[in-house]
């Protein structure tokens, strides 16, 4: 059986874009595969989370992984920080990635522009610790939303310059995974780019959101003044809105609302009150089983347990043959 692995940063609260790109893929591949899913709060500490902080959020995104209805018995879920063999092998694989390489990935500069004050060497490196979470297990599928895809491509890039190396073929490679065939991106509610945590508060809308505070978000989304001409290709914001009807409401509505704009008819109040009761829909499930995971310390405190071990269990027979190939003996 073909093994995956995925993980999301502990930096807070899963949004719409964590779970379309990612956790709905987990939900649906832990049937199917020998699925690892962790929570990626080493990657979390190139922010400087307080002690707090970090474990508050890393409880967040563990209780949200069971709300949204990953499975403990079928997949292994984890965090990563317990899983000491991974930070073993990301010093390994840290000998083969080279500094260029590094400084040319995307998210690096994005991450250097948005945060020039805090350039840490993690940062940098932090697609080797990405390959070392993915390598460890032999992942060949890594179900990612479209923002991860150069990532994959480095994890590919790092194993098999180990293999070359050391003239082995250890590592396998792995790919960015969806099962609509194309990896998506989840655009958020500020007119510009994709939803994220960093976008701002009003960009993202998350998981646990309240009904009311869904709507209030989605109603303040930034618009424009309607179209001018029939059929004619919509601004970035606007084709945002469709791309999450697309996501989350029924092809009827979708085009409902396709065929308003395209005649000019459209009312964007309609269109993001239809837009908010679609997403509170779509969400109403995970965010009646949040509060009452959350409150079941016993339960957690087992999920993670048995996910460590097992998540252990194959990282250090993974560790224990790197090493014989890097040629660590005892004497
Ligand atoms: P992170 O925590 O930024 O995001 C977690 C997952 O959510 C996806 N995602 C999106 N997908 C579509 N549209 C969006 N707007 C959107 N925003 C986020 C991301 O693509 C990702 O799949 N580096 C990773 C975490 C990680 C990891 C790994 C993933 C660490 N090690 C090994 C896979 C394998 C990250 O920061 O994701």
Same mark, same amino acid.
């Given at each position: 059986?073909?093994?995956?692995?995925?993980?999301?940063?502990?930096?807070?609260?899963?949004?719409?874009?964590?779970?379309?790109?990612?956790?709905?893929?987990?939900?649906?591949?832990?049937?199917?595969?020998?699925?690892?899913?962790?929570?990626?709060?080493?990657?979390?500490?190139?922010?400087? +989370?307080? /002690?707090?902080?970090?474990?508050?959020?890393?409880?967040?995104?563990?209780?949200?992984?069971?709300?949204?209805?990953?499975?403990?018995?079928?997949?292994?879920?984890?965090?990563?920080?317990?899983?000491?063999?991974?930070?073993?092998?990301?010093?390994?694989?840290?000998?083969?990635?080279?500094?260029?390489?590094?400084?040319?990935?995307?998210?690096?500069?994005?991450?250097?522009?948005?945060? +020039?004050?805090?350039?840490?060497?993690?940062?940098?490196?932090?697609?080797?610790?990405?390959?070392?979470?993915?390598?460890?297990?032999?992942?060949?599928?890594?179900?990612?939303?479209?923002?991860?895809?150069?990532?994959?491509?480095?994890?590919?890039?790092?194993?098999?310059?180990?293999?070359?190396?050391?003239?082995?073929?250890?590592?396998?490679? /792995?790919?960015?995974?969806?099962?609509?065939?194309?990896?998506?991106?989840? +655009?958020?509610?500020?007119?510009?780019?994709?939803?994220?945590?960093?976008?701002?508060?009003?960009?993202?809308?998350?998981?646990?959101?309240?009904?009311?505070?869904?709507?209030?978000?989605?109603?303040?989304?930034?618009?424009?003044?309607? /179209?001018?001409?029939?059929?004619?290709?919509?601004?970035?914001?606007?084709?945002?809105?469709?791309?999450?009807?697309?996501?989350?409401?029924?092809?009827?509505?979708?085009?409902?609302?396709?065929?308003?704009?395209?005649?000019?008819?459209?009312?964007?109040?309609?269109?993001?009150?239809?837009?908010?009761?679609?997403?509170?829909?779509?969400?109403?499930?995970?965010?009646?089983?949040?509060?009452?995971?959350?409150?079941?310390?016993?339960?957690?405190?087992?999920?993670?347990?048995?996910?460590?071990?097992?998540?252990?269990?194959?990282?250090?027979?993974?560790?224990?043959?790197?090493?014989?190939?890097?040629?660590?003996?005892?004497?």
């Amino acid at each position: 059986m073909e093994t995956v692995v995925s993980g999301i940063r502990s930096t807070g609260n899963l949004h719409l874009g964590n779970y379309y790109g990612a956790v709905q893929n987990f939900v649906k591949m832990q049937h199917e595969y020998n699925c690892y899913f962790f929570i990626a709060d080493l990657h979390s500490l190139t922010t400087h +989370p307080t /002690p707090v902080n970090l474990h508050s959020s890393v409880k967040s995104v563990l209780v949200e992984y069971l709300a949204a209805g990953i499975d403990p018995d079928k997949a292994t879920i984890y965090v990563q920080s317990d899983v000491p063999e991974i930070a073993e092998l990301y010093l390994y694989m840290n000998m083969n990635a080279y500094v260029g390489e590094l400084e040319r990935s995307t998210s690096f500069k994005d991450k250097v522009r948005a945060n +020039p004050d805090n350039v840490n060497a993690g940062l940098l490196t932090y697609p080797v610790l990405m390959a070392a979470d993915i390598l460890i297990h032999h992942a060949t599928k890594v179900p990612v939303g479209k923002d991860q895809e150069q990532h994959l491509e480095m994890a590919r890039t790092f194993g098999n310059r180990f293999n070359r190396l050391y003239h082995t073929e250890y590592f396998k490679e /792995p790919f960015a995974f969806n099962f609509s065939h194309n990896l998506i991106k989840i +655009p958020g509610l500020d007119g510009k780019g994709k939803m994220g945590k960093s976008e701002g508060e009003n960009n993202a809308v998350y998981l646990a959101d309240a009904p009311e505070v869904i709507r209030k978000k989605v109603m303040r989304a930034v618009t424009d003044s309607g /179209p001018t001409v029939e059929n004619q290709q919509k601004p970035e914001e606007i084709q945002n809105l469709f791309d999450l009807l697309k996501v989350v409401s029924t092809q009827d509505t979708y085009d409902h609302f396709n065929n308003l704009y395209n005649t000019m008819q459209v009312r964007y109040g309609d269109l993001k009150k239809q837009l908010a009761e679609d997403m509170i829909i779509a969400t109403e499930p995970i965010r009646e089983r949040i509060n009452a995971i959350a409150a079941d310390t016993d339960y957690l405190h087992k999920v993670a347990q048995l996910g460590a071990d097992k998540a252990r269990e194959s990282a250090s027979k993974t560790l224990r043959e790197v090493r014989e190939i890097i040629g660590f003996r005892k004497f």
